[in-house]
């Protein structure tokens, strides 16, 4: 099945906007937002461990709590849209800034700016 111009756009900004509510969701520490971007029998690669949904995300919960504020700015999205128009996939390039100090951009010795890439299939 061959898509038109204007499906392929839809999806695509479809796409892009699950990555995005994710980074704003984590900042924002809105939990129950992160968990509703995936499905209930979904597996993730992370990068601190590979685990069902329910097993990953308690500690990805403690480990950005950790930090009182964090920031993530996105660059770079790469979309790949399926055959049907619904699916596909997004990598998504961002800077992730985590705050440890009193107030944001303080000089704390636990600070730390990443680079990560976010890869989504989407179903």
């Known amino acids: 099945m061959t898509l038109d111009q204007s499906t392929i756009l839809w999806a695509e900004r479809c796409l892009r906007r699950v990555p995005m509510q994710y980074l704003n969701a984590v900042d924002r520490r809105d939990w129950d937002l992160v968990r509703s971007l995936y499905a209930d029998d979904a597996f993730v690669r992370g990068t601190r ?3 069902t949904l329910d097993e990953y995300l308690p500690p990805l919960i403690a480990g950005v709590e950790y930090y009182p504020v964090t920031m993530h700015f996105a660059g770079t999205q790469l979309v790949e849209v399926g055959e049907d128009g619904h699916s596909g996939h997004v990598d ?13 951009g303080e000089e704390h010795p636990e600070n730390l700016i990443v ?3 976010y890869h989504v299939d989407i179903a």
Do not use: Q
């Open 92 to 104: 998504t390039y961002a800077i992730a800034h985590h705050w440890r100090g009193d107030s944001p």
């Open 49 to 51: 461990t590979t685990a």
């Open 115 to 117: 680079g990560v890439r």
